[in-house]
């Protein structure tokens, strides 16, 4: 074996060995991520970085080899919620019935949320004052700018205010953690017969 085919032949044991250490750091991570989420969506944001080792069934030095802090923990769910929810940046203009299409956009939402705990728990986030910014940046701006470009279609001057009033909704039914906040369908029908009335009030209702 020649030197250059004994280097190739180390490098090839060296990324060998080296494949199950990172698919066991990507397990841990994903864990760590996956049980902050969850206690988010169902405590809040007032959880503690042991909370996250508990839920994530990790050590605390294991969730420190991936991040540095609870506020790198917290990011680390907004980001995999804007991951998730690449949806809401489909183009959303559409002729016809507007009401039915900013329901049909709720439903989706909330689809993701009832399965994706990052979606939950960024959702809890949008109104705590020290993750606000990050976490409406992620889902519920977008959100709001899929509602609004539904509603423009529908030419009244009154459809960014009645946007707002729609994502206010949203927000106030969806930023309570636990039981109480989002969970079942029960929050979307919620949210559904709240709209309603605003949506008729500019012509984008018309069931």
Not at 5 to 14: A, H, R
Not at 185 to 191: N, Q, W
């Amino acid at each position: 074996m020649t030197v250059v085919e004994q280097q190739v032949s180390e490098e090839k044991n060296l990324e060998q060995r080296a494949r199950p250490l990172q698919k066991r750091a990507k397990r841990t991570r994903d864990a760590v991520v996956a049980g902050a989420a969850r206690i988010i969506a169902c405590e809040g944001s007032g959880v503690t970085v042991n909370d996250f080792v508990e839920a994530s069934g990790v050590t605390k030095g294991g969730m420190y080899f991936h991040f540095s802090s609870k506020d790198a923990v917290v990011n680390a769910v907004i980001e995999e919620a804007v991951q998730r929810c690449d949806f809401l940046h489909s183009p959303r203009r559409r002729r016809g019935d507007s009401g039915a299409a900013v329901r049909d956009l709720l439903r989706e939402y909330f689809a993701h949320v009832s399965r994706d705990w990052p979606v939950r728990a960024t959702a809890v986030l949008w109104t705590d004052p020290h993750y606000a910014e990050a976490a409406r940046a992620a889902t519920y701006d977008p959100l709001g700018a899929a509602v609004t470009a539904i509603l423009n279609g529908t030419g009244s001057p009154a459809s960014i205010d009645t946007a707002d009033a729609v994502m206010a909704i949203v927000c106030g039914v969806t930023t309570t953690a636990g039981p109480a906040g989002l969970g079942d369908g029960g929050d979307l029908d919620t949210i559904l017969r709240l709209t309603r009335p605003v949506l008729a009030a500019v012509g984008a209702d018309t069931e």
